[in-house]
């Protein structure tokens, strides 16, 4: 928390790197360890990766002050809270502490905290710079019950000459439809491989993390475009490191700290698939059953193995996803069950056979 504070309080001259500049707590000599989440989340609109059409529209209002209410929606780990605090540090400066009220799920939101709270800090006086407006910060926003989303209808309205919205969301659906209308609507969408292993590298580097190659590509796999994702598991999985001799944060010790199935074991059973192999698939299957998985584990990672997959033909491929698709279905509907599993191995290779009966492989 006093990195939040220290950081709070930053000029806005400062550095993107001075967050990460400052003394290393990641090392494994047992030191307490401060989450790299918070440590290394960007200060600045500059220093946030990805989703760049959305960041540009925020720079621009950063630039000129004109802020409206805004709504910020898309998957977890993308960067919606850090821009919205990005944004209200850059448009008020050393105002920024008294000049935003943040409230996120953790608060009570309910109709009184929007009549009372939301109120009385739009009706405060604060100095600010010219132009700029106060900004109330309501952090995941879709949490808000319907009533409390009506309340603030009216409230947005009454304050708008001294005070802006920002709501921030994963579903902008479940926003009721009169504050959509009463924002504009900024989307986030999942950060690719490229983006987060920019972010990772220099954490790295930071941090001295020793690492492979294959440990990173693990981290990106098992992150699904997801950056918390990504350095929450580079974190655990060097600490792992850091507390064995000579540790490298390798794929090995990232499906450890992950404990997600081994994407190598479900290749496997995917390669056997492929081979109309249905013994060596099955038996894999079962070994990956008796470690203790979900079927909702094994299923993700069959997915994603096989989305990722670079030598089946694409008909097969299509073919394969399609069958992974209905059976997570059925898993997700609570038919977790090895049958299941078996049963889409079957499936999948069926389809082989029945390709090497018309020739066509
Ligand atoms: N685009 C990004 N660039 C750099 N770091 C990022 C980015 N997105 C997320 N992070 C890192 O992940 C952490 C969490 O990000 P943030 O709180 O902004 O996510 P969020 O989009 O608000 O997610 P949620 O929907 O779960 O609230 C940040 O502290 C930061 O370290
Ligand atoms: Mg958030």
């Known amino acids: 928390m006093e990195i939040d504070k220290e950081n709070n309080t930053n000029e806005l001259t400062n550095k993107p790197s001075d967050a990460t500049s400052s003394k290393s707590t990641g090392g494994g000599d047992g030191a307490y360890q401060v989450p790299w989440i918070e440590k290394y989340r960007p200060q600045l609109l500059q220093d946030i990766v990805g989703n760049e059409e959305t960041l540009i529209r925020l720079q621009a209002i950063a630039r000129d002050g004109n802020l409206p209410n805004l709504i910020l929606c898309g998957p977890p780990g993308t960067g919606k809270t850090t821009s919205v605090h990005a944004l209200a540090r850059e448009l008020l400066g050393k105002s920024y502490k008294d000049g935003v009220l943040e409230l996120n799920a953790s608060d009570a939101r309910g109709i009184d905290v929007v009549r009372n709270r939301i109120k009385s800090f739009a009706m405060n006086k604060v100095t600010l710079p010219p132009g700029r407006h106060k900004i109330i910060i309501l952090d995941e926003a879709d949490s808000m019950t319907t009533a409390a989303q009506q309340a603030l209808r009216r409230t947005m309205e009454i304050y708008s000459n001294s005070t802006r919205f920002c709501l921030a969301c994963n579903v902008s659906t479940k926003i009721i439809e009169a504050i959509q209308s009463r924002a504009a609507i900024l989307r986030y969408t999942r950060l690719t491989h490229e983006q ?14 020793p690492y492979t190659e294959d440990g990173l590509e693990a981290i990106l796999f098992t992150a699904e475009g997801d950056m918390r994702h990504a350095l929450n598991n580079l974190q655990a999985a060097n600490s792992l490191a850091q507390s064995k001799p000579g540790g490298m944060v390798n794929q090995k010790m990232v499906f450890q700290v992950c404990d997600q199935p081994h994407p190598t074991i479900v290749r496997a059973i995917v390669d056997a698939c492929d081979t109309g192999n249905l013994e060596v698939a099955l038996a894999e299957l079962q070994k990956l059953w008796n470690s203790g998985y979900a079927a909702s584990d094994i299923i993700g990672t069959i997915f994603k193995v096989c989305k990722a997959h670079n030598t089946l033909p694409e008909g ?41 009966e018309k020739g066509k492989v």
């Not at 987060?196 to 993390?209: G, T």
């Not at 609570?334 to 090497?356: D, E």
């Open 196 to 209: 987060i292993l920019s972010n990772l590298l220099k954490v790295c580097q930071s941090e001295k993390v």
């Open 316 to 356: 097969k491929k299509l073919e394969y996803l399609r069958e992974i698709g209905f059976t997570h279905m059925r898993i997700s509907n609570g038919v977790n069950t090895l049958l299941q599993l078996m049963g889409l191995v079957s499936r999948m290779t069926q389809m082989t056979m029945a390709l090497q």
